[in-house]
């Protein structure tokens, strides 16, 4: 079963530009959820897709977005890229649905770099 | 708003002796929480869980024990070994609202 994939696994952007990262998640679930990572910031939530909707939103400014396909694949979004932007975007994937959020399974994530 | 919060950001430990990793979180909706781990270059795995309505879990050498009145939880790792050594991070979820803490670094010493 294959697991989280996420593309690319590196990137290096300048201030002020755009960059689309995806998330394709385990065959069957349909839930993706993203996720920034920073030193000392840990993981930040920031936004929760389930069929095709977008259910749960941390708190990020607007520049970031996302959304997800029919497929589940999901696409993260950021735009007029500012240099704390740069960390570890994880994505995570679980069965979703009404039950309990139970373990989710993460990506090995996209290192994001704003020069 | 930091929901899940890990106090400690770092901890180091012997070998053989206890690990011993909290976390608090302020939602009173959360209902069932999570113990992830990660290692360098690696997404997080997910370690042990836990329902609300039980206050302890055992897998192992890891036991999480969850105090609901004092939104507390915490991870027991032992006998601690240098192949723990890896960041931990606990979540608290209300559905698929995952909440993640900061994370705790945590070095076991042969």
């Known amino acids: 079963k294959a697991g989280v994939t996420q593309t690319p696994r590196y990137l290096i952007k300048t201030r002020g530009q755009q960059v689309t990262l995806s998330c394709s998640p385990i065959?069957?679930?349909?839930?993706v959820s993203w996720y920034q990572q920073t030193p000392g910031q840990g993981l930040q939530f920031l936004f929760e897709?389930?069929?095709?909707?977008?259910?749960n939103k941390g708190n990020f400014p607007g520049r970031f977005s996302g959304r997800q396909f029919s497929n589940s694949r999901s696409e993260m979004n950021v735009s007029t890229l500012e240099l704390g932007d740069s960390a570890l975007y994880l994505c995570?994937?679980?069965?979703?649905?009404?039950?309990?959020?139970?373990?989710?399974?993460f990506g090995q994530g996209t290192r994001l770099t704003v020069v | 708003d930091q929901q899940v919060k890990q106090n400690s950001p770092s901890l180091s430990v012997q070998e053989g002796r206890i690990s011993i990793l909290n976390c608090d979180y302020t939602?009173?909706?959360?209902?069932?929480f999570l113990w992830y781990k990660k290692y360098p270059a690696e997404g997080p795995t997910f370690l042990i869980s836990?329902?609300?309505?039980?206050d302890k879990n055992e897998d192992g050498r890891f036991t999480v024990f969850l105090n609901k009145s004092a939104k507390h939880l915490s991870l027991h790792i032992v006998p601690s070994q240098p192949g723990d050594s890896a960041v931990y991070f606990c979540?608290?979820?209300?559905?698929?609202?995952?909440?993640f803490g900061a994370g705790t670094r945590l070095t076991v010493k042969p």
């Open positions: 939602n009173s909706m959360f209902d069932y």
């Open positions: 995570a994937s679980s069965l979703g649905g009404t039950a309990v959020a139970t373990e989710a399974f």
């Open positions: 836990i329902s609300s309505i039980k």
């Open positions: 897709y389930f069929s095709e909707t977008q259910r």
């Open positions: 979540a608290a979820s209300e559905l698929n609202d995952m909440r």
């Open positions: 065959s069957g679930h349909r839930s």
